[in-house]
């Protein structure tokens, strides 16, 4: 059980460093930056774990794209403590 745990730790964060960056280290431009999540949602070993996208980018088209890529949620910064934790135990 360890070792899977320890395998969809690092899948995770090789994928979240993937979404945040080029091999350049510049960021990505565009709705690439949902990438990294992207591939949480759609992998079998991570798929179970819910999405919640927190950025600046407040236009409907990044929320709708974020929901399409898999996000059980959206929210922009800056972001209200209580309103995180309530969408966090809504997934309870």
Not at 45 to 69: F, L, Y
Request: with cysteine; glycine share 6%; hydrophobic share 30%.
């Amino acid at each position: 059980m360890r070792d899977r745990r320890e395998r969809r730790r690092s899948h995770c964060q090789v994928e979240e460093r993937k979404a945040r960056s080029d091999p350049d280290g510049r960021r990505h431009a565009g709705n690439e930056r949902f990438s990294g999540h992207a591939a949480i949602t759609k992998d079998e070993a991570t798929k179970h774990i819910p999405v919640i996208v927190c950025t600046s980018k407040n236009a409907e088209t990044d929320k709708i794209w974020g929901m399409r890529q898999g996000a059980k949620d959206y929210l922009v910064k800056p972001i209200d403590p209580k309103e995180l934790l309530a969408k966090i135990a809504a997934f309870k």
